[in-house]
């Protein structure tokens, strides 16, 4: 026989689940200093000024 399961629980912890995955995402973005993200911006722009000049006119 099948075991009983009480879907309010399931429901419950299916959702703090992903709260919790969502919190540490948002710890990963956001709970860094001003001078990490300053680092990891000019990093995306030097990326982006580099392919754009590997770019082939037509």
């Given at each position: 026989?099948?075991?009983i399961v009480n879907l309010n629980r399931f429901r419950k912890?299916?959702?703090k689940a992903a709260e919790e995955i969502k919190a540490n995402?948002?710890?990963l973005l956001f709970g860094?200093?001003?001078t990490d993200k300053e680092i990891d911006r000019?990093?995306?722009e030097?990326?982006?000024t580099e392919l754009?000049?590997?770019k082939?006119?037509?």
């Amino acid at each position: 026989m099948a075991e009983i399961v009480n879907l309010n629980r399931f429901r419950k912890a299916k959702a703090k689940a992903a709260e919790e995955i969502k919190a540490n995402n948002n710890r990963l973005l956001f709970g860094r200093k001003r001078t990490d993200k300053e680092i990891d911006r000019k990093e995306r722009e030097n990326a982006m000024t580099e392919l754009d000049g590997k770019k082939l006119d037509e």
